[in-house]
């Protein structure tokens, strides 16, 4: 099976309290918080598409979206 | 025989009743003296189909009678003082969730487990005011098993047509007493079914939004619409709000649409009350020895009249002062130190004229108490 | 269908605190419904009183908002009324197993086909930061100020012991755990009880100095293990993870029926 291939992170920027929990476990540390503490995919190059952030947000704010093969 | 007439106790025409107006539910945990009606019901409710389930205690019985209810049931519990106090939080979740259920207090002496297996009328006040915060309530009673039999019904039909729990205040004398009862044919007697929404699915439904004749439309769990319900202050999705408005208009409905319906609601038996003198107000099984002393004493031409209530809440205020407003002295009967009393001195013109007779011992009271008790009301007393 | 159609959405977001686990239960739930295809009309959401209870708020299936610790009670009614309906109680430590405890024994006692999910923050957090009966001695709460003395409970003990037939139990860092978990607890015919370990930062880890939401988190990978591990045999402190106790037995609801098949035949 061909690795995912990321599409886009959609970001809920109404939801998210800003937690840090998505930046702190993201295994390639794709993202950031802002300076309004709202996620941003700082280097989204980098992501794996494991989902990890999307799982563990608990504002269902984040989704990682990736290319239809 | 005809089967239609029996010879049974209270609580077992209570269970008749309950039947005959569509019972499908009963959750409850045994009490003096209450329990037949759960012994009863776990035999009968299997027979046709029904659900009886013994609870851990009071708090859960009342509790799983309110979920049974959103699933279309039509569900009841039984209990006794003591149980009737462990029901409280649950009862007032159902007065704002506004959740048809019939509640069954068989009266026993109280406070505490007090007198387990005497009869006793202590827990009017607990049904108005039992459970926290301003509500409406509806509270029924009967003193002999044909009108306990109707008034089951009716406090089944009371619980449909208002959305709310209805409270059956019994008492250990009716409830393990035998006499006659002719079960009444089907069809005999209405039964209000539950009112559900004509909405479609997928069209938005209101759970809390009144019709205009004021009736709250429902839909079973499981059914096309998916709503909130919650003990919260709640706006007409049932979804939490304390918005002012939302809060204050949903606390006046939750008011006013029992007190308002208080004529509707209002049940009462009359006997020689147009030209009383000394009209006695009692309720329950006290009012079986004040009908016997009006009966006794009318042919030797003592104006004595009898007002039986068997509507105590909401309380017909007006009613009262209307068929007391000649009588001179209004003795209240009843088995408690002056709970239906307070009442009924708010009720007339002049509070002045009216007295208890009671017992709190107990003993049921007697003719021959009542009588004794007369004598003083009248100023014959030594 | 995409689990946010699983939502009520315009009431997001949502009350919980930043960094709640609440939220990850939330999440991992709705992914376990989805995944299981079930529809939304046959979901009944049962809960209590506290922050985790405020979960049914947000799910788009029938919702049933109850008292402190009654949920069970209520469920119960509402499962016995309809069998068919899938009933699913999320409940605090504090609702489940304090003020609720004697409903959920007892509902575990009737294996009744019921989902509850004991969200376990160690806390009460919507009264703000009590110790609860699965605190534990030695933490520290608003009402233990000096240091806890009270026993907790093992929930997964507590619920085999008193007769539930599926008992598992994972945490908000396991997120694919919950989804899985719960996916398995809802097909289990008979009471399960699915125990998740979620972080309460607001309360819990701030009076036991855990540091943020993701380090509380950090602690659930530190100190569990899957279940039957080496690890555990090494370290016994460990907490374990997985689906630690199913059987299957006579569930409520359908030897009820046979009741009502067996009385009516009688009659
Ligand atoms: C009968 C009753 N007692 C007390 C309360 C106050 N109360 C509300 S929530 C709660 C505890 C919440 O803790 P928990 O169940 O662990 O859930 P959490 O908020 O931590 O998710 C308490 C004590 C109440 N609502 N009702
Ligand atoms: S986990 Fe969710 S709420 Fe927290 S920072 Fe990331 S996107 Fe925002
Ligand atoms: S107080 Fe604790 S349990 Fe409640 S929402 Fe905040 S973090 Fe969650």
């Known amino acids: 099976m061909a690795k995912p291939k990321l599409k886009e992170h959609i970001i809920n920027r109404e939801w998210c309290k800003g937690c840090g929990i998505c930046v702190h476990f993201c295994p390639k540390k794709v993202l950031e918080l802002d300076d309004t503490d709202k996620v941003v995919a700082a280097r989204p190059q980098d992501c794996i598409c494991c989902k990890l952030c999307e799982l563990r947000c608990p504002d269902l704010a984040i989704e990682v979206i990736v290319e239809r093969q | 025989m005809d089967p239609n007439i029996k010879f049974i106790q209270g609580n077992e025409v209570c269970v008749e009743a309950a039947l005959y107006a569509g019972l499908n539910f009963f959750a409850g945990y045994p009490i003096t003296p209450s329990t037949e009606i759960a012994e009863h019901l776990a035999q009968k409710l299997p027979e046709q189909g029904g659900k009886f389930i013994q609870m851990e205690d009071e708090i859960a019985s009342m509790a799983a009678i309110i979920g049974a209810s959103l699933t279309g049931k039509k569900v009841m519990t039984a209990t006794s003082g003591p149980g009737f106090s462990l029901m409280q939080e649950a009862l007032g979740y159902a007065i704002m969730t506004e959740i048809p259920c019939v509640i069954v207090n068989v009266m026993r002496g109280g406070p505490s487990t007090g007198l387990p297996t005497s009869v006793g009328q202590g827990d009017v006040m607990q049904a108005r005011w039992g459970t926290h915060g301003d509500h409406g309530i509806i509270a029924l009673t009967a003193s002999n098993h044909q009108d306990v039999f109707s008034i089951t019904i009716d406090a089944f039909n009371l619980a449909e047509t208002y959305r709310t729990p209805v409270i059956l205040l019994f008492d250990e004398v009716v409830g393990h007493m035998r006499e006659k009862l002719v079960v009444p044919e089907p069809g005999e007697i209405p039964i209000v079914e539950r009112l559900r929404t004509s909405v479609k699915g997928g069209v938005d439904y209101h759970p809390y939004l009144p019709r205009e004749d004021g009736r709250l439309p429902m839909s079973d769990f499981g059914g096309v619409h998916r709503y909130n319900v919650t003990g919260l202050y709640h706006d007409m999705w049932g979804f939490p709000s304390n918005n002012p408005s939302v809060v204050q208009g949903l606390h006046r409905h939750l008011n006013d649409k029992i007190t308002n319906n ?121 | ?165 599926f008992v598992a139990r994972t945490t908000t860092f396991h997120a694919k755990q919950i989804t899985d978990i719960i996916k398995q607890a809802i097909l289990h015919e008979g009471f399960s009880v699915v125990e998740i370990l979620t972080q309460c930062p607001t309360y819990f880890g701030r009076k036991n100095r855990e540091g943020s939401a993701s380090n509380m988190m950090e602690l659930y990978k530190k100190n569990t293990t899957p279940i039957g591990s080496q690890a555990k045999q090494e370290n016994p402190e460990l907490i374990e993870r997985g689906i630690l106790h199913e059987v299957e037995a006579p569930e409520y609801c359908n030897e009820y029926d046979k009741i009502i098949k067996a009385a009516m035949k009688g009659k």
């Open chain 3, 1 to 165: 269908m995409a689990i946010k159609d699983y939502l009520r959405e315009r009431f997001f977001p949502h009350m919980w605190c930043p960094g709640c686990g609440h939220g990850i239960v939330l999440n991992n739930m709705l992914r376990s419904i989805e995944q299981l295809g079930l529809s939304k009309n046959e979901i009944v959401m049962v809960s209590g009183i506290g922050c985790s209870s405020r979960i049914s708020g947000y799910v788009d299936f029938h919702t049933l908002h109850t008292i402190h610790g009654r949920a069970l009670a209520f469920a119960t009614g509402v499962k016995l009324g309809l069998p068919e309906l899938n009933v699913i109680v999320p409940m605090g430590d504090g609702d489940a197993l304090a003020i609720g405890g004697n409903h959920f024994i007892h509902a575990a006692r009737r294996n009744i086909d019921i989902t509850a999910i004991v969200m376990n923050n160690r806390i009460y957090g919507m009264t703000g930061g009590q110790f609860s009966p699965l605190s534990g001695i030695g933490t520290m709460a608003t009402t233990a100020p000096f240091r806890n003395i009270d026993h907790d409970f093992d929930v997964a003990e507590l619920s085999k012991a008193a007769g539930a037939t």
């Open chain 2, 262 to 382: 208080v004529n509707q609601i209002s049940r009462y038996k009359e006997y020689y009350l147009e030209d009383a003198e000394c009209i006695l107000i009692s309720y329950g099984s006290a009012a079986r020895s004040a009908l016997h002393v009006v009966q006794e004493r009318r042919p030797r031409g003592e104006k004595l009249g009898l007002l039986e209530l068997q509507t105590l809440w909401p309380f017909p205020y007006q009613m009262i002062k209307e068929k007391c407003e000649n009588a001179k002295s209004i003795a209240v009967v009843e088995l408690n130190a002056g709970q239906v009393l307070r009442a009924v001195k708010r009720a007339v013109n002049d509070p002045e004229k009216v007295f208890l007779a009671n017992r709190i011992d107990g003993v049921f009271i007697t003719p021959v108490d009542i009588r004794n008790m007369l004598r003083f009301v009248q100023g014959r007393g030594a």
